[in-house]
């Protein structure tokens, strides 16, 4: 009698204990998925929210608006509606008093080249190229490309230096030289998208 209720007590403790092992590993595996989630989560969060600042690609350039006493020796001269701007490497130059600055390329300026980082995007079918802060299309005939007007809804990666931070209705966009964009989001990439004026 004794040694069946010795056995009936020792099954009753290695039930109690077999439950408690699988309850504590349960705890355990349940919280290392949970980390895992948040984990992912996490890394999943940071590159959505993987920002760098509108200016990155640019940053080593000439500044945009800045005053230079010279111009790069290969630059070129393009007489535009009675003003001269020198142009070398996408970066238009005009000359102001005995120096120069980089200025903004009026539309309908016309380059031979542009800079191999150029993007290129298409709205509507038609193809156009970006360079610090400058929008093109390919000329019809020849290879000289020509100077446009920003594109509604075109996406480029980056905007050079001179942009300004402005909240409207509650939402951030980038002004550059009277044009908004709207930072957004593309395959984890920041990307800023022309809204136009505003």
């Known amino acids: 009698m004794k040694t069946n209720q010795n056995l009936i ?9 077999l439950i408690a092992v699988l309850s504590i590993s349960l705890t355990s595996i349940s919280a290392q998925n949970r980390k895992a989630k948040n984990h992912k989560a996490r890394v999943h969060s940071q ?21 230079y006493k ?8 393009i007489a535009h509606k009675g003003v001269n701007y020198h142009y070398y490497s996408g970066i238009y130059y005009k000359r102001v008093g005995a120096n120069y600055i980089i200025a903004k390329a009026p539309v309908g300026i016309r380059v031979r080249t542009l800079p191999k980082e150029r993007i290129r995007c298409a709205i509507n079918g038609k193809k156009y190229f970006y360079y610090y802060g400058t929008f093109y299309v390919k000329a019809e005939k020849g290879d000289e490309y020509i100077t446009v007007d920003p594109p509604k809804g075109a996406s480029i990666d980056a905007l050079p230096d001179g942009y300004k931070s402005v909240t409207i209705d509650g939402n951030e966009y980038y002004e550059f030289e009277g044009i908004y964009y709207k930072p957004v989001i593309d395959n984890d990439e920041e990307l800023y998208e022309v809204v136009g004026k505003i």
């Open 9 to 17: 007590r020792m099954n009753f403790a290695l039930k109690i204990l």
């Open 47 to 67: 590159k959505r929210a993987h920002k760098h600042s509108p200016n990155y690609r640019y940053s080593k350039l000439p500044k945009w608006g800045k005053t």
């Open 70 to 77: 010279s111009v790069n020796k290969k630059a070129y001269r």
